[in-house]
């Protein structure tokens, strides 16, 4: 089924999904979007289980019918536990932990990850979503400690999301003591894969003492909104190769030397080992929201669309016509933001 922006806007305003009641229902393109929302392992045929050890995860998360997983405890995993389509991954109470190896989903739809901290997962990402639609990781924690001093490869990414993966939500989660955070779209080479897709709603994440990519985007289209970032210190909103960003009502505090460019460069300290002048490719776009329909709306509310950037850097050199979200959303004024998002975002919250 193919949906018209106009439809996906009637959708938005008549669908609901996700939890209702606890505040921290699903928003964005994981939940409005042409295909779909995602719902995991909800729904009539779907069945919930509780794992506690690593082969009884693993065999959960297994295959294609929809089920809800309740973690509990600690997972270490040898190798990347690939997550199956139709699935709900729940950390039980104050969060499960993972370590040893990060989840990869792939070739999947329809996945929900919530309430897990991943830690330290060496030379590779904490989740990588790739080739993979309708998914949502909210209220997690990523950590690898020993920031900056570990480098920029000893960890890769936090959340990365390549290969024409689309409609995510990712919200309220905690991202701290890490260098690269999310890449979407992982390499310029990927353009006739990526163009058109890798539609995220980045919203009320807390980003605490990292190095870059708060997102870095190519080919797609990200919508980052109510975000706090604290010593993010060096490139945190990149958009570049013809990527899109729609970003409103974010906070910038703390060290962090540019908040937001579509400059095609990288600058040097994203991968000094890579790259010691930065490297180079088209440039991105960036709007602030400032439409029309937006501002008109704006005018009833205290305060909408602005970022407060701080002392950090702003270089959009081309500003792009992603100028509204096609879903309904509620932006936090930004004089609430930090308590709110310090508040409500992590574990132990849903
Ligand atoms: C997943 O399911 C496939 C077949 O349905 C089976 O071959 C494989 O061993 C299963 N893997 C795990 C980890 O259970
Ligand atoms: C995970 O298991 C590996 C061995 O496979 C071990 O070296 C490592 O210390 C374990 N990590 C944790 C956090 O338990
Ligand atoms: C689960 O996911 C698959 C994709 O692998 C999809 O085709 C299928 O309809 C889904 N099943 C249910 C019961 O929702
Ligand atoms: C995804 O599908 C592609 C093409 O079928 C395959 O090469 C790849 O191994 C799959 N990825 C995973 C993690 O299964
Ligand atoms: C993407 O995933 C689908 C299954 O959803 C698979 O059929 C296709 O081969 C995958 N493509 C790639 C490039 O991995
Ligand atoms: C901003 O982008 C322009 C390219 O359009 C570049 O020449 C300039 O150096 C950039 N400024 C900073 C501070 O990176
Ligand atoms: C938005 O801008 C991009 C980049 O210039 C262009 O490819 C696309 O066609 C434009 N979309 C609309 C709806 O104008």
């Given at each position: 089924m193919k949906l018209s922006i106009l439809s996906v806007f009637a959708l938005a305003l008549s669908a609901s999904a996700g939890p209702?009641?606890?505040?921290?229902e699903l928003v964005g393109y994981g939940k409005d979007n042409p295909i779909g929302p995602?719902?995991?392992?909800?729904?009539?045929d779907g069945k919930t289980v509780t794992v506690s050890t690593v082969d009884e995860f693993l065999k959960a998360i297994?295959?294609?019918?929809p089920t809800t997983i309740y973690a509990k405890g600690k997972f270490n995993f040898t190798a990347r536990p690939r997550v199956g389509s139709n699935k709900s991954l729940i950390g039980v109470g104050k969060g499960a932990e993972i370590t040893g190896a990060g989840l990869t989903i792939a070739n999947s739809t329809n996945v929900i990850v919530r309430n897990f901290v991943i830690r330290a997962i060496v030379d590779n990402d904490a989740i990588t979503i790739s080739n993979?639609?309708?998914?949502w990781i909210d209220h997690n924690e990523f950590t690898s400690g020993n920031f900056p001093a570990?480098?920029?490869?000893a960890f890769d990414g936090q959340v990365d999301i390549i290969?024409?993966?689309?409609?995510i939500t990712v919200s309220w989660n905690y991202f701290h003591d890490?260098?690269?955070s999310s890449l979407i779209g992982?390499?310029?080479?990927f353009r006739d894969i990526d163009l058109g897709h890798l539609h995220v709603t980045y919203h009320h994440n807390y980003w605490r003492n990292e190095g870059t990519r708060g997102p870095a985007g190519r080919f797609g289209h990200q919508h980052i909104y109510n975000n706090l970032y604290e010593?993010?210190?060096?490139?945190?909103i990149h958009s570049r190769s013809d990527n899109q960003v729609l970003v409103e009502g974010n906070i910038f505090s703390g060290k962090?030397?540019?908040?937001?460019?579509?400059?095609g460069l990288v600058i040097p300290e994203d991968s000094p080992n890579t790259g010691p002048n930065g490297d180079y490719e088209l440039d991105g776009f960036a709007n602030l929201g400032a439409s029309k329909l937006a501002f008109f709306f704006c005018?009833?509310?205290?305060?909408?669309?602005?970022?407060?950037?701080?002392?950090a850097t702003v270089n959009i050199t081309q500003v792009g016509n992603?100028?509204?979200?096609?879903y309904k959303y509620k932006l936090t004024t930004l004089k609430k933001l930090e308590k709110v998002v310090k508040k409500g975002a992590g574990l132990g919250k849903i």
């Open positions: 209702a009641g606890s505040g921290f995602t719902t995991g392992g909800a729904g009539k297994n295959g294609s019918s993979s639609s309708r998914v570990a480098g920029p490869d290969r024409a993966s689309d409609w890490h260098w690269k992982n390499n310029d080479k010593d993010f210190l060096y490139q945190a962090t030397r540019e908040a937001l460019s579509t400059y005018q009833f509310l205290t305060v909408c669309l602005e970022n407060d950037f701080g002392k992603f100028t509204q979200a096609p």
